[in-house]
């Protein structure tokens, strides 16, 4: 049963929010694709935990992330000039460099050099993953390694990634990324438009998947929690779907179609919208118009994927002839599209206190537990699960599915390889 207080504790991630420090002291933050930003491009906004930066790249490849505001007198770094490796404020025009020094002062005439070092710039260094850019708000010395994700670069994969900025909540979004019971339901049109693409719709998996509801199973893990959803399979053996939550942002979840794997992370842009990255990995990943299950017609942007625009007076922009043509959502455009527009008309902040979950929400229960227990124990002074070490890399196993005979158990199971 969650409380009022329950409920603040884990969406509140504005200011001295718990669990927003908590994020942002143990973990790089997923904030922009790769391809947003590009060399000589103006300076991008970013926001992030409420608090609003600029991100530009320079021409040799590197990201500078910075505060927004000039730390000369508070002007928008959103309207500055780019000027090779830096930005230079167009007030009195500071230039501060890809790495957050302040380079030159113009408006300062004495001890020029001196003052400029002496001036502290808001500067967060970024890394850039899977075609994602992160960002490390947790100050210290330096920056700890950036975790080993299944998806990362070094492990040679295919990746397909787009992004969504959602009027809601960050948490609506990941309690959508892993209640997987929605998914044959919320995005049936767009699973058959996938399959019928793929032209390969009798796999045991898919079967399985329209069959039934999962039974679902988790287990706590160094780096989050593992979830296995379980459903029967025609054969009297189960089908276990193994999706891996690397805590807080990130969802791995097999999709049924060979060795490709949806990512989702879920990056808290201010109490009331959060940034989703969704795409799909593997050594033959879907495309993009596999991904999104646009059949036909122009396919969505990856930069802004589900393009979400409405609002309740047009039924958050759900197309009532689409449905009555066969479509089952009205959301035709992508699945991220259908999980925006469900989460958006919840509310900003939904009242988790009015709610009734039922036997197959058992996995959000979970996930919520989790943030409790981990906001409780870092309070206590434990290191949170998948937290960020400058001594040791962080580990995410690949996740997969498989057909488990009666009296094997889940548990035992690790991916091959
Ligand atoms: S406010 Fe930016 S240089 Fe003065
Ligand atoms: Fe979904």
Redesign the pocket.
């Known amino acids: 049963m969650v409380t009022t207080t329950d409920s603040d504790l884990m969406t509140r991630v504005e200011g001295e929010a718990p669990l927003g420090r908590l994020m942002r002291d143990n973990y790089w933050v997923p904030f922009a694709l790769s391809t947003n930003l590009v060399a000589g491009d103006p300076p991008a906004a970013v926001r992030l935990f409420g608090d609003n930066f600029v991100a530009f790249r320079a021409p040799d490849g590197r990201i500078g992330l910075l505060d927004e505001n000039?730390p000369?007198?508070?002007?928008s770094l959103l309207l500055a000039r780019i000027e090779g490796d830096a930005l230079r404020?167009i007030?009195?025009?500071?230039k501060i460099d890809v790495e957050g020094r302040v380079v030159e002062a113009p408006?300062q005439v004495t001890r020029h050099d001196q003052f400029c070092a002496g001036v502290k710039v808001g500067y967060h260094p970024v890394h850039e993953e899977a075609g994602i850019a992160w960002v490390w708000l947790g100050g210290g010395d330096g920056p700890p390694p950036f975790p080993d994700l299944p998806f990362n670069d070094e492990h040679g994969l295919e990746m397909v990634m787009t992004i969504s900025a959602v009027p809601a909540n960050w948490l609506q979004g990941l309690e959508g990324g892993m209640d997987s019971v929605h998914a044959p339901i919320l995005h049936r049109s767009v699973i058959e438009a996938t399959l019928a693409m793929k032209g390969d719709t009798d796999t045991m998996g898919v079967r399985a998947t329209f069959a039934a509801p999962p039974r679902y199973e988790t287990e706590q893990t160094p780096f989050g929690l593992r979830q296995a959803s379980l459903r029967p399979t025609e054969d009297g053996r189960t089908y276990v779907r193994m999706a891996h939550y690397f805590f807080p942002f990130v969802i791995l979840v097999p999709n049924g179609y060979g060795s490709a794997v949806h990512a989702f992370c879920f990056a808290p842009i201010d109490d009331r919208h959060h940034l989703v990255f969704f795409g799909n990995y593997g050594t033959t990943p879907l495309s993009l118009r596999e991904v999104s299950g646009a059949l036909e017609g122009e396919l969505p942007d990856p930069r802004n994927f589900a393009a979400f625009e409405g609002d309740r007076g047009d039924r958050w922009g759900q197309d009532r002839e689409l449905m009555n043509a066969g479509h089952w959502s009205g959301f035709g455009r992508s699945a991220i599209a259908e999980d925006t527009a469900v989460q958006v008309s919840m509310g900003p902040v939904v009242d988790r206190t009015k709610e009734n979950l039922s036997s197959s929400d058992v996995a959000i229960a979970q996930t919520r537990r989790l943030i409790l227990d981990t906001l409780t124990g870092y309070a206590q002074g434990q290191t949170p699960p998948g937290s960020a070490q400058t001594t040791e890399r962080v580990r995410v196993p690949q996740p997969f599915d498989a057909v488990l005979d009666a009296e094997a158990s889940w548990r035992e199971l690790r991916p091959a390889g």
């Open positions: 000039c000369h007198r508070r002007a404020c007030y009195h025009g500071w408006t």
